[in-house]
């Protein structure tokens, strides 16, 4: 009957493949020390000829070194033509990365700068500079939303989101302010045209 990987224990460094792993779990059980120190360059051996180094030669041993102490779960104790990685290396974990959570941007598809342009044209002072920014936001948060909708959109929503997004600072619906038009560009479809 045949035994399917899924059936075996998950090998810890797949590249090398069952075999590999197969030939360091027999070498951690041989028990003459001699015999273990031969079993282990071969098995390094053998890695480097199914994976040929592409850079540095030594450094590229060195590495298979490593890989084979990993693979023996730190079991194998042979003599190590180098220094071996230390175990306690795999101990720590990187710092998490923060992330905003999804309920904390309600305007996501507009990114990260426009609420940012959005404070600074709020705390302006009111006036041609204020109204001009506040044109450019509202234009590009209109041409944002067409990109993203790939259709044409409303003055009144961008107007609405705006309003929202400023907590009711910015109000556009009775200013008489008209956006520009924008087309929705469609997504290329990877083919490419024949030449005639």
Known sequence: MLTYNNKMRPLILPEYGRNIQNMVDHCVTIEDREQR?????????????????????????????????????FRLDVDFPFEHVDPT??????????????????????????????????TMEPGEERDALVYMIANQMKKTLTAETFESVEDA???????????????????????????????????????R
Request: aromatic content about 8%; proline content about 8%.
């Open 89 to 122: 290396v795999f101990d720590s974990r990187p710092d998490p990365v923060p992330c905003e959570r999804p309920g904390s941007m309600p305007y996501r598809h507009y990114g990260d700068h426009i609420p940012r342009l959005i404070d600074t044209a709020v």
């Open 37 to 73: 120190n031969i079993c282990a360059r071969n098995i390094v051996s053998t890695m480097m000829t199914l994976f040929p180094a592409n850079g540095d030669a030594e450094e590229y041993r060195r590495k298979l070194w490593d890989h084979l102490l990993i693979m023996s779960e």
């Open 157 to 195: 929503r961008v107007f609405s989101d705006l309003r929202h997004m400023s907590h009711g600072a910015i109000n556009l619906f009775d200013s008489g302010t008209e956006l520009e038009d924008y087309k929705a560009t469609p997504a290329p479809t990877g083919k490419k045209k024949k030449k």
